[in-house]
């Protein structure tokens, strides 16, 4: 079963940057479709942010984030990383990376999350 694994959150003032990463643990081998970022602030829904298909390295991002945030992926590692940069208070959230499993339709397994906090 393959597990992400969140960190790098943290604490930074408006306009900074920060990076998460994320990494797959267990079993990896032609398991993961694509690894995808979401976020969750307070009061508010978990909403889409990134995604980049583990196969061919094809991102998306949430309009929002486009233009600031980057994806990528280093497969030998089984990590994907976000690049955060001209961060916003709006940008304060739990992120959460989660795994689309080969063959499924939908991001099911999830990581514990990670705090980012953008002070203006």
């Known amino acids: 079963q393959v597990q992400p694994v969140e960190s790098g959150g943290g604490l930074v003032q408006a306009g900074g940057s920060l990076s998460l990463s994320c990494a797959a643990s267990g079993s990896t081998f032609n398991t993961i479709n694509a690894i995808g970022w979401f976020r969750q602030a307070p009061g508010k829904e978990r909403e889409f942010v990134a995604r980049i298909s583990w196969i061919s390295g094809i991102s998306y991002y949430q309009d929002s984030v486009k233009g600031r945030f980057t994806i990528s992926r280093d497969n030998a590692k089984n990590t994907v990383y976000l690049r955060m940069n001209s961060l916003q208070p709006e940008d304060t959230a739990v992120y959460y990376c989660?795994?689309?499993?080969?063959?499924?339709?939908?991001?099911?397994?999830w990581g514990q999350g990670t705090q980012v906090t953008v002070s203006s």
């Open positions: 989660a795994v689309r499993r080969a063959g499924d339709n939908q991001f099911d397994v």
